[in-house]
């Protein structure tokens, strides 16, 4: 879709928005649109974000609720506001004063999951160090009188099955370059929570002088890193796309060495590359790519390290 959006004359913009727009249409794996991703009150709560390297502009939304194009919504963030980032009810009546629909975003499909999880004593989710005891039981969990802190060393619950996001980047013939990312989040999340996904440099980064990435999986662990940045700021210093999203996984990897996660990056010259972090269950990362040099969108794929 992103690819047809170009063909036909559409800006690098347009096409992340639309090519993401699809994959919230079409619930991607379930992780990205309505009806997925219920957190921990059965709600479907969108986050998405979408960058103009040209202008350094981003227009984001977190914590989204009753509107089903997030990524169209944080386009028009850039467009008719001087803000970056727009969160929660406030967010969705923005998005109903510029013409999207309010809807519920709750499925049979996603209810379903929500009570499957209730009877399965709520796990997993993502409390630590509270009563009740969360690996057990349900909450409300409150804090303990008496606290000790003991450090989770267990393998990311998001695993290959239940978290990805769409990102995208997005490099015109012109030299511009584009980039966008749309999600519904980590299943069973404790409401309010936002991922890496609508946070400039972490979620996705764009920068016509340089190029774009986007990340994909933990995004509490990834966001913390800015990897999409770091990502085009190794490219900005001439590193091959590749290298730069293994840099980028290696810099994570040292502090949790059992992250889920992936990064794609390309630079102004339409090189590209992807790197993920091995762990078990996810030792291969696959993404897509068009480009005038292939007769139709390609699947690529790259050994996690």
């Not at 509270?130 to 009188?145: H, I, L, N």
């Not at 190029?211 to 700021?233: C, H, I, K, N």
């Not at 794609?264 to 339409?270: D, R």
């Amino acid at each position: 879709t992103a690819w047809r959006v170009l063909q036909l004359g559409g800006s690098e913009l347009d096409a992340v928005e639309r090519g993401c727009g699809q994959c919230e249409i079409d619930q991607c794996d379930g992780s990205v649109g309505y009806g997925g991703s219920p957190d921990e009150s059965g709600e479907t709560t969108l986050d998405a974000m979408i960058m103009d390297g040209n202008t350094m502009e981003v227009g984001a939304v977190a914590d989204l609720r009753h509107v089903k194009n997030a990524i169209g919504v944080a386009r028009k963030v850039i467009e008719y506001t001087k803000h970056t980032l727009l969160v929660g009810e406030s967010a969705s009546l923005f998005a109903v004063r510029m013409g999207f629909p309010y809807e519920d975003l709750t499925t049979q499909k996603s209810l379903s999951v929500y009570s499957k999880w209730l009877n399965q004593s709520c796990q997993p989710n993502y409390w630590k160090n509270v009563v009740p005891d969360s690996s057990k039981s349900c909450g409300p969990y409150k804090r303990p009188e008496k606290v000790t802190y003991k450090e989770e060393q267990t393998i990311s619950q998001r695993s290959v099955h239940n978290h990805d996001t769409i990102g995208m980047v997005v490099a015109g013939g012109s030299g511009t370059v584009a980039s966008g990312t749309s999600t519904n989040g980590a299943v069973h999340k404790i409401p309010g929570r936002v991922g890496d996904s609508p946070i400039a440099g972490a979620g996705s980064y764009a920068d016509s002088t340089a190029g774009g990435a986007a990340a994909t999986g933990d995004g509490d662990v990834m966001m913390r890193f800015l990897p999409s940045y770091q990502a085009v700021e190794y490219m900005r210093m001439g590193t091959d796309p590749t290298v730069a999203c293994q840099k980028v996984i290696s810099r994570i990897q040292k502090y949790a060495p059992k992250f889920f996660g992936a990064v794609i990056c390309a630079n102004t010259t339409g090189s590209y590359g992807a790197a993920c972090n091995k762990i078990p269950g996810f030792t291969q990362f696959h993404f897509m790519v068009s480009s005038p040099l292939l007769s139709q969108p390609t699947e690529q794929v790259v050994d996690c390290i």
